[in-house]
Structure formats: structure tokens, C-alpha cells
């Protein structure tokens, strides 16, 4: 505890644990994406912050996570955070254990007895409602897989319904674990539909210095990972595959609105000349006759642009419609080559792009443009109590113990 050897997820459930053992049974483990605190009280419903002494959080120590703090916040879930009992808090710290013996070689040994404990867990149902234990059991079973077992798309996929289930789809990471997975297994348009739902929760929340892990993440997404695919599927066995299909182009521009709507209401800006240069070299892939048959809605809040809500609503239906009638027997909707699919966009900046993204000919320098004008931000007042310097330092260090994978691999 005094030798820096804990980060704040360890430190956190150390806390916990010497709670148990002085009789203070009450007391449980929370856990955001990237963050640790603790509840105790009747029903759980008091909130303590756990800090390190001695690293700039003094002034967290001890005090309840109020609304002011959670509210459209990354790092609190926006109040839905996954509250342990004794048999998830034990699933915590299998999950977080760390199997690397260097920077470059992982203990074979230590990925074993956490995959067989997790499914130990998984099969006593300790780990239905902790969808990121769930999914670590699916990075797990692709490297290493168990017979007779589920397969790492339907851990996937069930890590996904327990966040919708249980948290009001309020979590990012079983979306991205997923596609993570389809990207490896050149699953691309299933790998851009699971990165499109990710960016759909993230555009609910308000963009801060404390996001830094999930911010990396997008940032990796847009500019490093997608870029890669367009490479890929522009030459060779793949050739234009996914540029060809106009429900690809779909699925890019609701990844985009989702990081456009995380941006706006935030007091950090999100986009740079970066996220730009991206986004108009991956969507200048897309041949304008592709681009032309997508049907495009802009909604703002709960009413389009005309304002009929009810026109919006029977246009949803009618959509839903359609994309039931387009579905296989497996539930796989059907090639999008020759189909006209229909996306919704929320945020201003995509609003606004609307008619570039549809014109013959793709203006990269006006796309840019309004994709890094300044957002339409409010600053919101400071959380009471809540502030800190630290926002990269030991206090936000933890992400449930995700496996580190190289996504190229």
C-alpha cells in the first residue's frame, strides 16, 4: 500500500477487503470502463471516492460520487457503474490479472488459470451482469479456445446484452471488444457495424480530460484501424468488397455522429485537422454512385429537421421494415450492393455535411472544415469536489483488466 505496487482498481479493492475483514460487510467494489470507487450503505446507495496519498487526489479522498460528477460521464457511466457482491468482486480480480511476464512475452500458464476460473464463474452465472469479464472471456477463448465451449462471437455478443440489460446500454467496451475481434478475423463490415454502436453509446456522454483511455481508443479507430481496412479492401481478393456497399458508407457516418455527438455539450474539443484528414481520405474511397444511394435523415433531438415527430417515427418503422425484409434465415442482412440503406445523423457537424458527403464529387477541403469548426460546446458547471489535475496519473490507470492485444495481429 505504501510502495506504489497497486494501481487504483487494486487499491480500491484492497479497500474493500480490509472493510470485509473488519465486519463491515456492507461495503462493495464499483466499477466503471476505466475507474473504481466504493458503495456501502443500505441498498448500496452511499458512494466514497479511494485515492492514492501523496498523488494530487487528496481532495477526492472520501467523498460520494454525486451527480454532478457522473452525470454524461465516461468515467462514472453516467451513474451505472457494474456494483459487485463478494463473488464479482473475486471475478474483478480475476479479470484484471496481468499475464505478462516482459513487454513482449505473456505467461501461458497465467492466461490459462484466468480463462479457466472465468468460465468457473461464468458457469455459476457470478459474471451475468459484468459484461467486461464476459468479454475478457472472449478474448481468451480466440486465443486459446475451449472446447465445446461458446465462441468468442457469442461471448461477444452476450457481454453486449448484459450492458443493454442491466445498463441501459450506457457501456463502450463490449461493442469495440467485438469488432476488435471481427478486425482480426478480416471481418470488416461487421468490425465497422460494432464500431458504429460504440461511437452510438459514446455520443451520449460529454467529452473530458478524464476520457483520455476511451478518447485513445476512438482516435485509434478512425485513424489507425479504418484507414487500414480501406487499404486492405482496395486491392487483391478484397477489392472493393465494403467500398461497393453503401451500408458500409452508412456505418462510417454513424461512427463519425456518434464522435460529433460526444463532442458537442462538451468543454473539450474532440476533433482535430487528424480526425479530418481521416475521415475525408476513407470516405473518398466510396465511388459518389455508392455514396449517392444512401438515404440520409437528419434528426435533431427527438424531431427531424421538418419537425413532425410523427413523420420521423412512421419513417423509422418503415426503415425497420425494410431492413426485416432484407434479412437472411441467420439474421445477416443481405448484401448492400444494389440496396438504398437509411442512416440517421444527431449531431450538428454531420447534419451539416450532409449534402457534401452525398455531392458527385467529394470537397475535402469544406468536409474538413466544418468537421473541426469549433463545436457547438457549453461548458458545464465543475463537478462539486470532483475536480483533478491528475487526470492521466494512478487514479483513472485501470480498464477492467482488458487483455492488451496487438489488433493487427
Given at each position: 500500500m505504501t510502495g506504489a505496487k497497486l494501481d487504483s482498481s487494486g487499491t480500491t479493492l484492497a479497500v474493500v477487503a480490509a472493510c470485509q475483514v473488519l465486519g463491515y460487510s456492507d461495503v462493495h467494489l464499483a466499477l466503471s470502463e476505466d475507474h473504481t470507487w466504493v458503495v456501502c450503505g443500505l441498498d448500496q446507495q452511499t458512494s466514497v471516492e479511494v485515492t492514492w496519498h501523496g498523488k494530487g487526489?487528496?481532495?477526492k479522498r472520501g467523498i460520494p460520487v454525486t451527480y454532478d460528477a457522473f452525470n454524461k460521464s465516461w468515467l462514472y457511466?453516467?451513474?451505472?457503474?457494474?456494483?459487485?457482491d463478494r463473488?464479482?468482486?473475486?471475478?474483478?480480480?480475476?479479470?484484471?490479472?496481468?499475464?505478462?511476464?516482459?513487454?513482449?512475452?505473456?505467461?501461458?500458464?497465467?492466461?490459462l488459470l484466468q480463462q479457466s476460473l472465468l468460465w468457473l464463474m461464468y458457469d455459476l452465472r457470478h459474471i451475468n451482469k459484468y459484461p467486461m469479464a464476459i468479454a475478457n472471456l472472449?478474448?481468451?477463448?480466440?486465443?486459446?479456445?475451449?472446447?465445446?465451449?461458446a465462441s468468442p462471437v457469442m461471448l461477444?455478443?452476450?457481454?453486449?446484452?448484459?450492458?443493454?440489460?442491466?445498463?441501459?446500454?450506457?457501456?463502450?467496451?463490449?461493442?469495440?471488444?467485438?469488432?476488435?475481434?471481427c478486425y482480426r478475423n478480416a471481418l470488416y463490415k461487421q468490425a465497422l457495424q460494432a464500431w458504429a454502436k460504440a461511437a452510438a453509446v459514446i455520443k451520449h456522454y460529454n467529452y473530458s480530460r478524464d476520457d483520455e483511455e476511451i478518447y485513445k481508443e476512438f482516435l485509434?479507430?478512425?485513424?489507425?484501424?479504418?484507414p487500414h481496412i480501406m487499404r486492405v479492401v482496395s486491392t487483391g481478393i478484397q477489392a472493393?468488397?465494403?467500398?461497393?456497399?453503401?451500408?458500409?458508407?452508412?456505418?462510417?457516418?454513424?461512427?463519425?455522429?456518434?464522435?460529433?455527438?460526444?463532442?458537442?455539450?462538451?468543454?473539450?474539443?474532440?476533433?482535430?485537422?487528424?480526425?479530418?484528414?481521416?475521415?475525408?481520405?476513407?470516405?473518398?474511397?466510396?465511388?459518389?454512385?455508392?455514396?449517392?444511394?444512401?438515404?440520409?435523415t437528419c434528426i435533431d433531438g427527438e424531431q427531424d429537421e421538418s419537425g413532425d415527430e410523427s413523420e420521423l417515427?412512421?419513417?423509422?418503422?418503415?426503415?425497420?421494415?425494410?431492413?426485416?425484409?432484407?434479412?437472411?434465415q441467420n439474421g445477416n442482412t443481405q448484401s448492400g450492393v444494389g440496396c438504398s440503406p437509411h442512416v440517421e445523423l444527431s449531431s450538428a457537424k454531420m447534419r451539416g455535411l450532409r449534402q457534401l458527403l452525398l455531392a458527385d464529387k467529394l470537397n475535402s477541403q469544406a468536409v474538413s472544415l466544418q468537421l473541426t469548426a469549433q463545436s457547438q460546446v457549453t461548458v458545464r458547471q465543475k463537478r462539486v469536489s470532483l475536480g483533478s489535475s491528475n487526470a492521466g496519473g494512478a487514479e483513472f490507470e485501470t480498464t477492467q483488466g482488458r487483455p492488451k492485444r496487438n489488433r493487427r495481429e
Open positions: 487526489n487528496e481532495d457511466v453516467n451513474g451505472r457503474p457494474v456494483v459487485c463473488y464479482m468482486e473475486v471475478a474483478s480480480m480475476v479479470s484484471s490479472m496481468n499475464p505478462g511476464v516482459n513487454a513482449s512475452t505473456d505467461s501461458e500458464e497465467v492466461l472472449g478474448d481468451l477463448e480466440e486465443m486459446s479456445p475451449s472446447l465445446g465451449r461477444y455478443q452476450e457481454a453486449i446484452a448484459s450492458n443493454v440489460n442491466h445498463y441501459s446500454n450506457h457501456h463502450v467496451y463490449p461493442y469495440t471488444c467485438l469488432a476488435g475481434y485509434d479507430i478512425a485513424n489507425e484501424l479504418i472493393h468488397s465494403i467500398l461497393k456497399d453503401p451500408e458500409c458508407f452508412a456505418q462510417l457516418l454513424q461512427f463519425y455522429d456518434g464522435i460529433c455527438g460526444w463532442e458537442e455539450g462538451s468543454a473539450t474539443p474532440v476533433l482535430h485537422i487528424g480526425w479530418a484528414k481521416c475521415l475525408v481520405n476513407t470516405m473518398a474511397k466510396f465511388e459518389s454512385d455508392v455514396r449517392a444511394r444512401l438515404k440520409i417515427h412512421h419513417k423509422r418503422s418503415h426503415h425497420h421494415e425494410q431492413q426485416q425484409q432484407q434479412q437472411d
